[in-house]
Nanobody
Framework: QVQLKESGGGSVQAGGSLRLSCAASGATRLAYTMTWFRQAPGKEREGVAALFDYGYIMYADSVKDRFTISQDNAKKTLYLQMNSLNEQDSAMYYC??????????????????WGQGTQVTISS
């Protein structure tokens, strides 16, 4: 069983930056695929950035060139560096893990393990 715990959320002004962390426990290694999702009130959960264990990375178009996903295997921690934040980035952010390489890595149905989320609020 894998447990995931996100941290690093908060409130920042538009144009600012945040770094989210997702610590994994209950596993000897990070899963094959680790992904960040977000969900704003009244909207569907959307994939933001996915990282395969062999280094493949996929970003949603809305965050390309602004967000960077990375991991530290020794610490079993996934990160999301978010720059040039805007109000549309406000959401609850979740990390998720899959024991495989999903065909659609940004689709939430592909993931078995989820954290409880960390809130990101961007003000103008």
């Amino acid at each position: 069983q894998v447990q995931l715990k996100e941290s690093g959320g908060g409130s920042v002004q538009a144009g600012g930056s945040l770094r989210l962390s997702c610590a994994a426990s209950g596993a000897t290694r990070l899963a094959y695929t680790m992904t960040w999702f977000r969900q704003a009130p009244g909207k569907e959960r959307e994939g933001v950035a996915a990282l395969f264990d062999y280094g493949y990375i996929m970003y949603a178009d809305s965050v390309k060139d602004r967000f960077t996903i990375s991991q530290d295997n020794a610490k079993k921690t996934l990160y999301l560096q978010m720059n040039s934040l805007n109000e549309q980035d406000s959401a609850m952010y979740y990390c998720a893990a899959s024991p495989s390489h999903p065909v659609l890595p940004l689709h939430p149905s592909a993931y078995k393990y989820w954290g409880q989320g960390t809130q990101v609020t961007i003000s103008s």
